[in-house]
């Protein structure tokens, strides 16, 4: 063949899903599986992290981080426009729609 073909990242973005963090990741490709979008490629070097190929096609559904068999590999990052929630006047914590763990409103009873 005298052809070669290449895989090659997006340019740079200011869209940056996740990062890995290259100390706990054991490049197990578990995150590549599961991913919706086929964003991560396996890194073609045993015991890295995938490479985040098209991250500019995350969808930010999160089932890299949570279907990782280690804990803390990933970093999910999302996006500024999705970090909508509000703060509640009386107490002052904030919460979004959707939390796993919202906080309780603590509504202090009628009086009378």
């Not at 005298?2 to 973005?13: D, I, R, T």
């Not at 396996?42 to 015991?47: C, F, Y």
């Not at 904030?94 to 009873?109: A, D, H, L, Q, T």
Request: glycine letters at 8%; one cysteine or more; proline letters at 13%.
């Amino acid at each position: 063949m005298k052809y070669k073909a290449y895989m090659v990242p997006n340019p740079a973005m200011p869209c940056q899903p996740v990062k890995f963090n290259q100390e706990i990741c054991n490049g197990c490709n578990t995150c590549v599986d599961v991913c919706r979008r086929d964003v991560l490629m396996p890194n073609p070097v045993k015991g890295k992290p995938p490479i985040v190929l098209y991250p500019d096609e995350c969808w930010f559904c999160g089932n890299c981080v949570q279907y990782c068999q280690r804990p803390g590999a990933i970093k999910f990052y999302h996006p500024l426009n999705q970090k909508v929630g509000w703060i509640r006047k009386d107490t002052g914590e904030f919460f979004r729609v959707g939390m796993k763990n919202p906080p309780k409103y603590k509504r202090k009873p009628p009086i009378g």
